[in-house]
């Protein structure tokens, strides 16, 4: 029943207006109230089901097992209750969760997007839900989500990046959970890694600078472990091909436009001849783009940029940035299908996968 106050009839005062509290009945419902503090159970559904609590589990998880007119009352009788199957108890059945967590240094930003969403996709696809949690730039950060996930016994673990620590990979090991480590490349994984190389990237941005010519180079690059192997192998390569490099500007992670713009006016101020700029991302490098017209400098005749990821906005930029391309999409199915196979017993080992990455020229180059 419902209780409205009435106005003009004086049997309360509400401030200065006189209200009167009438009763109204409910409408039918088509629902029945849970009144108690417990949800409602799969022995609740059977009851109103008029079937065991078996085969309500049955018509959940199997339904091609159970007849048409059983499965109808089941699935009305869940619609009334809306009731929601006990996850946990489920995964301790089968040892299944189907549950997979990702870790990301940043949710901020377009960086990760494109594998996250194929991940998602790839898992829902195969009734898995994805779990993600936010780890940040820092090693100890990391290591305190990992035991938190790790406690609850997901089917799988996503890491963006190589795991950090030595006491991160000892209890990622020692969990028994399928780990795939992504955006990275090396020879001794925890488990299984689906990524690329950063030292390839930093040597092939050089190779393609010097082709066109550009003898007096930098970087705007952000400050994180995956970064400075780019910046290394940049550096190193420019070296070898006699190429003159200005000091890095370094940039906080995550990157943003405005750092773009202060990273290449720190280079222009020590280098005021340099001709060629790789920004360790796509956000840097549309505000170097920024930067660099306000200071009246044509690109590229006068500064050639190169960003890094090939975020949708890139091709749309004026002028269109040239970028390193990812294959976001591609991380986030091969991660989705390496976890998937190990946990339903597909694949014993799925090993490394180099998925290279290309670089895309536009006119910023």
Known sequence: MIRVPQRHECVARHGAVPVKFVTIPHPARKHPVNT??????????????????MTVSRALNTPAKVSPDTLARVREAVQRTNYVPNAMA?????????LVSALLPTLVGPVFQEMVEALDLALHERGYQLMIGQSGYDATREDELL?????RRPDGIVMTGLVRSEEGRRALRASGIPVVETWELTDTPVDM??????????????DYLHGRGHRCIGMVSAD???AATRIAAFAARAQALGIEVVPTAYSPAPSTMGAGRAGLAALLARAPGLTAVFCSSDMLALGACIEARERGLAIP???????LGD????????PPLTTVRIDGTRIGRLAAEMVIARVEGQSADAGVVDIGFSIVERASS
């Open 36 to 53: 108690s503090a417990k949800p409602f159970t799969i022995h609740d559904v059977a009851r109103m089901a008029g079937v065991s609590a």
């Open 90 to 98: 489920s995964g301790l059945r089968l040892s299944r969760a189907r």
């Open 147 to 151: 035991k938190t996930i790790i406690q």
């Open 193 to 206: 890694l689906v990524g690329f190389s950063h030292a390839a990237i930093g040597a092939a941005v050089v």
């Open 224 to 226: 994180d472990r995956r």
């Open 301 to 307: 005749g006068q500064l050639a940029i190169v960003g």
């Open 311 to 318: 975020q949708s906005v890139a091709a749309d930029a004026a």
